[in-house]
């Protein structure tokens, strides 16, 4: 026995996501099932739909920043009750017995990795959908507490882009005293500045030109400069202890590593389509470093929207009927939104 909802859906990775139904599986007894509020709009939805990152499963229904409220508990569910505000992120299981797993870095399972909330396979066998749905059914150790004070329209984006920008943040511990940079001011750059001026960093904002500079400042930030001057270079080298890079264009790494004070590191959350040369003098003078970052744990995720509720910090939406997604894709891609679509579950 299943429960049939709707949904949009993908049907090939060149048309226009479509109306459609889907079912979700039974509640077992560790599951949570819950009526989807919001779903967020993220870069990855549209990459993977397109195929952009490999073949995908068709019909597939995107979607990985989802609130909304508790409906039905299994029998042994013991962290949620009906009622309960909850969201889900960008992967809905793990092997559960990895050191990573263990150590409560879920997204990087090993064995063979995270189940994807989308495009992932289930324990049952069947592919995972996603939040452009009405509702969802996920192992309870897989599911996050929506604080009281974040509207659900506003937690949905934090369960992908919060969590994406808060983990290498503190992994890198962006505070007091510490310089941190942002490079890029969308979707992930727009709550990473956010974030990071709640943590008492001083932040940057490099941005490819000074457009968004009024968003900018506004959102915390206290300089802003456009990478298109070439004198940005110039004026702020050795500037920053971490830099943080959202967006996934090619950069000029030498020059960005320019920009690192000693022991400074810079930090990849896109994933550009080509790889970017490194000279080793950039790392070497300054004891740099280059890392990455994917999302973070279950646990991290948990601490992410509780130290978001305390700090008030929320994402800037647009809140967008479902019918709407396709242009929301195509204005994404334009960065014309300030700063997530955010999917009214209401009107699928
Ligand atoms: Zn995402
Ligand atoms: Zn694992």
Known sequence: MTTTVTAY?????????????????????????????FAGICHSDLHTVREEWGNVTFPLVPGHEIAGVVTEVGSEVTKYKVGDRVGVGCFVDSCRECDN????????????????????????????????????????????????????????????????????????????????????????GHLAVKLAVAMGAEVAVLSQSLKKMEDGLRLGASEYYATSDPDTFKRLRGSFDLIINTVSANLDMASYLGLLNLDGTLVELGMPENPMPVPAGALIFGRKSISGSLIGGIRETQEMLDFCAEHDVTPEIEVIEASYVNEAYERMLASDVRYRFVIDNSTL
């Open 101 to 188: 797993c263990r150590a409560g870095e879920e997204q990087y399972c090993t064995n063979p990795g995270m189940v994807g909330t989308y495009n992932g396979r289930g324990r049952d066998g069947k592919p995972t959908q996603g939040g452009y749905s009405q509702a969802i059914v996920v192992d309870e150790n897989y599911v996050l507490r929506i604080p009281d004070s974040i509207p659900l329209d506003k937690a949905a984006p934090l369960l992908c882009a919060g969590i994406t920008t808060y983990s290498p943040l503190r992994h890198w511990n962006a505070g007091p005293g510490k310089r941190v940079a942002v490079i890029g001011l969308g979707g992930l």
């Open 9 to 37: 859906a993908a049907t090939s990775a060149t048309d226009p996501l479509t109306k459609t139904t889907i079912e979700r599986r039974d509640v077992g007894p560790h599951d949570v099932a819950f009526d989807i509020a």
